[in-house]
């Protein structure tokens, strides 16, 4: 049965579909009980699990993630929320030097299926620490898988199939688009659902491919609806899974319009763009028209507030992206 | 009057600490700390000569593997050294449903659960990364990076709780080693935040051995280390760390506590690393050879075996027969070092993802075939 609900709801939905299904999986970080998050994403779970299933931890993200660890060798599958992109530094250490790297140093005999959510991206007129895309530091880091949903019907599928897998999986929620709303079919057999590394071709069309994630799919899109106006039918590309990357999906459709534009709010240097450029030179060299072209963020500090409009990858900047391909 | 402990010995450092066996081999029957914990042990003769056993076999096995490192067959070793009762005193206080969370140097920790010993050398010779199954054996991997595996146990023993394990003499408990260089870090103080406030059945054993390589504990802090214990909201008590005998009896009651749901205790060993921190370390160049020699004279091994010989509970034949089997566990140990086969290079890609990875599949397919395109040629 499908409902129109946010992708903010879409994730509760999957959550509490989460904790239905396994009395193993736990929530645990700052205001998930009570207040369900800053983002009320975990709204009204620990009324109805628990306080032994939906843990408000103390105010510690290294804390958060290092008993994750201990839970998950106990058996558990812990889903940590990080409140804000710009919080997750303190666990770094443990998510890089211990989840990524158990299964790794275990030969295979612990498994740690930790989940860590974490809110990330611009756009909502935040002060510092509370806009930031740090994805490529966790896509650069073997042992982790990274994905992000765009969209309140990936957001309730995909969270569900993070939880399931056995990877470490670090699970980006575009903020700004908590409140979008779309379909989703609520309790929908999961077999039949793309699987969680798979890309999605998210607008076909034949002139050049858009590649973007979370919350810069919309903008994608929405650049492909401009475009259309002016002749020109953009292939979007909606990436999900960050690490691994589906690959034969983005080669398939560059192979087809010989041009593509990655877009994404990160800093570009070093970004996912990077390398997604790289790899598309490497494997689709005699279908490219134009070099691979980036529409990302800046390589500066997240700016103040009141310049972030500026900052972030739009329409009009996607759109002279793709001009600029056409250019060549 | 740190620990409340009133008749400490000379020994002991300014406050004291649970001393139930002296230098000298004198035996303490109990200690009464200020909180009214009265600690002692009731060992037969058979269970301390076991202790002795213990003792002088891990003292054995690392003086093997240190000598391995030197022939340069081991990598590193980090050598226990001086730190063998702190190591065997609370690895044998273990019940077999206990979980040990260890950092690198916990090799006697490891031989009281009855693990093989050449367990963790694949790490210290660069076979693998250690590689073990931490529930099967109670006894999780040897965890580098300083600290962090406090967190893990805090994790675990919230899992316990979670799991209905506490609140009974059967339940079960979990100890974090780590050492006075860990403290400062912050993933410490955090697990001691998280298992205060989630009465974790915790015993958190510091071995403070005085040296975090170089740096002395002055370094680390200014109060003793068992008195931080306090502002997190739970029992904190010092032991004479080269006492086989205290650190049983104290382990012993804080895991019962832990295990009847009365929460975490640490225990601050107060020992010395007589070795080096590493292999790759070179003590001459931060403490002097005085500091050694007197505590030499504490050493954990030579007070058990003064004490067995005053109490007639062993004599030179029973000495001997303990060095013969520990050499003979050594030699085997070194055997089987040296048998261990190198691993083959494409195991690299292995078990990066439980369910695995196009993109390592992919890495290690032309791993193979770059390697193939060799064979037949002279590389």
Same mark, same amino acid.
């Given at each position: 049965m499908a409902e129109t609900i946010t992708l903010g709801k879409a994730l509760n939905h999957g959550l509490r579909r989460s904790l239905e299904e396994n009395d193993k999986v736990v929530i645990m970080g700052e205001d998930v009980g009570k207040l369900g998050g800053v983002f009320r994403i975990t709204d009204g779970l620990q009324k109805d699990f628990g306080e032994d299933r939906v843990i408000d931890t103390p105010l510690a993200e290294a804390g958060i993630i290092g008993t994750a660890v201990g839970l998950a060798i106990r058996g558990y599958r812990p889903v940590c929320e990080i409140q804000f992109d710009g919080f997750v530094f303190p666990a770094y250490n443990q998510i890089v030097a211990q989840v990524a790297k158990m299964f790794y140093r275990s030969k295979g005999n612990v498994r740690l299926p930790i989940v860590i959510r974490i809110p990330f991206g611009g756009g909502?007129?935040?002060? #510092?620490?509370?806009? #930031?895309?740090?994805e490529a530091y966790f896509a650069h880091t073997p042992g982790l898988k990274v994905v992000s949903c765009s969209n309140p019907s990936d957001a309730y599928t995909m969270i569900q199939q993070a939880i399931t897998s056995d990877d470490p999986v670090v699970f980006f929620e575009p903020k700004r688009r908590y409140w979008e709303k779309g379909d989703v079919e609520l309790g929908a057999d999961l077999s039949g659902a793309d699987p969680l590394h798979a890309a999605r071709v998210a607008r076909v069309g034949g002139d050049a491919t858009l590649i973007a994630y979370g919350p810069m799919v919309r903008t994608a899109l929405d650049a492909a609806t401009a475009a259309a106006e002016d002749g020109r039918n953009l292939e979007v590309i909606d990436l999900r899974s960050l690490s691994p990357v589906d690959y034969e999906t983005i080669y398939a459709s560059v192979r087809k319009t010989g041009r593509a534009v990655v877009v994404h709010e990160a800093p570009g240097n070093i970004g996912l763009g990077a390398e997604l450029a790289a790899r598309i030179s490497e494997q689709c060299f005699y279908s490219l028209e134009a070099p691979v072209l980036r529409v990302t963020g800046y390589?500066?500090?997240?700016?103040?507030a009141r310049m972030e409009e500026e900052y972030l990858p739009d329409l009009d900047r996607v759109l002279d992206a793709v001009d600029r391909s056409f250019g060549w | 009057m740190a620990n409340g402990v009133s008749d400490v010995g000379a020994d002991a450092p300014a406050g004291g600490f649970v001393q139930l066996l002296t230098p000298d081999g004198e035996r303490r029957e109990s200690v009464t700390t200020a909180d009214g914990t009265t600690y002692s042990v009731d060992f037969t003769d058979e269970e301390y000569r076991g202790l002795y056993h213990d003792l002088v076999t891990v003292r054995r096995l690392d003086a093997e593997a240190t000598a391995l490192q030197r022939q340069g067959e081991l990598g590193i070793w980090a050598s226990l050294l001086g730190q063998e009762a702190a190591q065997v005193g609370s690895g044998r206080a273990l019940r077999p449903q206990d979980m040990a969370f260890p950092t690198y140097r916990e090799h006697g920790v490891l031989y009281t659960r009855g693990i093989d010993p050449i367990m963790p050398f694949g790490l210290f010779r660069g076979v693998d990364q250690g590689g073990w199954d931490a529930n099967e054996h109670r006894f999780n991997g040897y965890t580098i990076?300083?600290?962090s595996q406090t967190l893990h146990a805090t994790g675990y023993a919230m899992g316990v709780t979670m799991d209905g394990?506490?609140?009974?003499?059967?339940g079960e408990a979990v100890i974090a080693y780590f050492g006075d260089g860990a403290t400062s870090q912050g993933e410490v103080n955090e697990a001691f935040v998280w298992a205060g406030v989630f009465n974790a059945p915790m015993v958190f054993f510091c071995q403070n051995n005085q040296y975090a390589i170089s740096e002395p504990l002055e370094r680390q802090t200014r109060i003793p280390l068992y008195r931080r214990a306090a502002g997190f909201g739970f029992p904190g008590v010092r032991i004479d760390g080269n006492d086989v005998l205290a650190s049983y009896a104290v382990t012993r009651s804080a895991l019962d506590n832990a295990r009847n749901g009365q929460g975490p205790t640490l225990i601050e060993a107060y020992t010395y690393r007589m070795g080096a921190h590493t292999s790759s370390d070179d003590p001459t160049r931060y403490r002097i050879a005085s500091e050694v020699e007197s505590w030499k004279a504490k050493d954990p091994i030579s007070r058990l075996r003064a004490f067995l010989t005053k109490q007639q509970m062993a004599g030179d034949e029973f000495f001997a027969a303990v060095d013969e089997s520990a050499k003979t566990l050594a030699l085997d140990l070194r055997e089987r070092v040296l048998a261990m086969p190198d691993p083959q290079p494409v195991t690299m890609f292995d078990h990066v993802y439980p369910h695995g990875s196009p993109e390592v599949d992919a890495q290690r397919a032309r791993f193979a075939d770059y390697h193939a395109s060799f064979e037949g040629s002279d590389h």
């Open positions: 909502i007129g935040a002060v #510092e620490h509370h806009s #930031e895309s740090p390589d500066i500090p997240y700016p103040a | 990076v300083i600290g394990k506490t609140g009974t003499p059967d």
